[in-house]
């Protein structure tokens, strides 16, 4: 539980940056993101999976459950916030709401839907796969000392 915890707060600490940022560059004022917005997602999302990578090679198991309650939550608030304001406004607190900023740079290249259901997904078997491919990396090294 308290290792738990620990990550949810590395996922904060990984997440904040970027969320200052996005709501500087139009995530809060609706204004298109720029190239700076898709800079920051495209930042945001090699931040994630090289801590991905790092919690694998650290053999820190728990932080699979973090990746999975990250995007999922990511996926199941960006698409009522994107498609229609009033349900966010009444359902949906406003800490959610941020957690989603750091994706608003890709959204003038890619609809609603393909963030959700495409973009969403590929960056948790990213994840994923940064994350054992980290493991693989540190049980080689194990193998051979």
């Given at each position: 539980?308290?290792?738990l915890?620990?990550y949810?707060?590395?996922?904060?600490?990984?997440?904040?940056?970027?969320?200052?940022?996005?709501?500087?560059?139009g995530?809060?004022?609706?204004?298109?993101p720029?190239?700076?917005?898709?800079v920051?997602?495209?930042?945001?999302l090699?931040?994630w999976?090289?801590?991905?990578?790092?919690m694998?090679?650290?053999?820190?198991r728990?932080?699979?459950?973090?990746?999975?309650?990250?995007?999922?939550?990511?996926?199941?608030?960006?698409?009522?916030?994107?498609?229609?304001?009033?349900?966010?406004?009444?359902?949906?607190?406003?800490?959610?709401?941020?957690?989603?900023?750091?994706?608003?740079?890709?959204s003038?290249?890619?609809s609603?839907?393909?963030?959700?259901?495409?973009g969403?997904?590929?960056?948790?078997f990213?994840c994923?796969?940064?994350?054992?491919g980290?493991?693989?990396i540190k049980?080689?090294?194990?193998?051979?000392?």
């Amino acid at each position: 539980m308290k290792s738990l915890f620990l990550y949810l707060l590395l996922v904060i600490a990984i997440s904040l940056p970027f969320i200052i940022i996005s709501s500087n560059f139009g995530f809060v004022t609706g204004g298109p993101p720029g190239i700076v917005g898709l800079v920051n997602t495209i930042a945001f999302l090699i931040v994630w999976l090289a801590v991905s990578m790092m919690m694998g090679y650290k053999l820190k198991r728990g932080f699979n459950l973090i990746i999975l309650i990250y995007w999922g939550l990511l996926a199941l608030v960006f698409f009522p916030i994107t498609n229609t304001l009033e349900v966010s406004k009444e359902l949906i607190p406003l800490v959610l709401v941020f957690l989603i900023s750091p994706l608003y740079g890709v959204s003038d290249y890619l609809s609603t839907d393909e963030i959700v259901f495409i973009g969403i997904p590929i960056c948790v078997f990213l994840c994923f796969l940064f994350f054992f491919g980290g493991k693989t990396i540190k049980n080689r090294k194990l193998v051979q000392n």
